[in-house]
């Protein structure tokens, strides 16, 4: 079965088959589409001589049945037209599947003479050097970047070094601070004193009073 299948691609009779298989389908489609077109038709003259019998069914019963004898003709070819279109459609999925099939097939003969053909110019000592190359070149890679990262490393443990003297400063700083601020009276009970600033009402009592002393002074 597959020697015949690869044969169907050998010598000049195999793009003469594939043409074929090409111009089958393209007939099968343009059958079915003219079919489908005349079951359009068809349906529409159905319906057509259906309404003529509904309205003369009971003005003019020759009328009404001469158009139901017409719809029963039609009826029986619209028959005949899909019986046809379902055979078509069948035959069609038939070589669209058979065409797909010899085209795979084609496809992976063809890959298959590739890999032959690049089997033969690589040999197994030119995959061993290739590989020991690349194993040579992955681990230039892996020292390349170890030198590079040892770089960040060092960045990473200066800064710390600087942030570790910055809080040593703010902290210096807040304590000379709260050296330098003045003390803060307390109560006896520990409690923090407020001071009490005079309000409006007793300067004015105090103006009074004053003036009070003055006048008996007099």
């Known amino acids: 079965m597959m020697a015949s299948l690869f044969s169907y691609f050998g010598g000049g009779g195999a793009?003469?088959?594939?043409?074929?298989?090409?111009?089958?389908i393209v007939g099968l489609r343009s059958q079915l589409e003219m079919l489908?077109?005349?079951?359009?038709?068809?349906?529409?003259?159905?319906?057509?001589?259906?309404?003529?019998?509904?309205?003369?069914?009971t003005t003019n019963k020759t009328i009404?049945?001469?158009?139901?004898?017409?719809?029963?003709?039609?009826?029986?070819?619209?028959?005949t037209t899909q019986g046809h279109i379902n055979t078509l459609e069948q035959q069609m999925n038939a070589v669209e599947t058979a065409n797909l099939n010899?085209?795979?097939?084609?496809?992976?003969?063809?890959?298959?003479?590739?890999?032959?053909?690049?089997?033969?110019?690589?040999?197994?000592d030119d995959v061993d050097a290739t590989m020991e190359e690349i194993r040579e070149n992955m681990q230039l890679n892996k020292e390349i970047s170890d030198a590079i990262t040892s770089i960040h490393v060092a960045d990473?443990?200066?800064?710390?070094?600087?942030?570790?003297?910055?809080?040593?400063?703010?902290?210096?700083?807040?304590?000379?601070?709260?050296?330098s601020?003045?003390?803060?009276?307390?109560?006896?009970?520990?409690?923090?004193?407020q001071p009490v600033s005079a309000g409006p009402q007793e300067e004015d009592e105090e103006e009074e009073l004053r003036k009070l002393k003055a006048e008996m002074a007099m």
Do not use: F
């Open 64 to 79: 009404a049945r001469a158009a139901l004898k017409r719809k029963q003709v039609l009826e029986k070819n619209l028959a």
């Open 102 to 124: 010899l085209e795979t097939v084609k496809v992976m003969k063809d890959a298959s003479d590739a890999m032959k053909n690049m089997n033969k110019r690589v040999g197994i």
């Open 36 to 57: 489908r077109k005349r079951e359009i038709h068809t349906e529409k003259q159905i319906l057509e001589q259906d309404a003529i019998a509904k309205k003369h069914v």
């Open 156 to 179: 990473q443990e200066d800064e710390e070094d600087l942030e570790a003297m910055l809080q040593d400063l703010e902290q210096k700083a807040l304590d000379d601070k709260m050296i």
């Open 15 to 24: 793009a003469r088959k594939t043409n074929q298989s090409k111009e089958a």
């Open 181 to 193: 601020a003045p003390p803060v009276p307390v109560t006896t009970h520990g409690q923090l004193v």
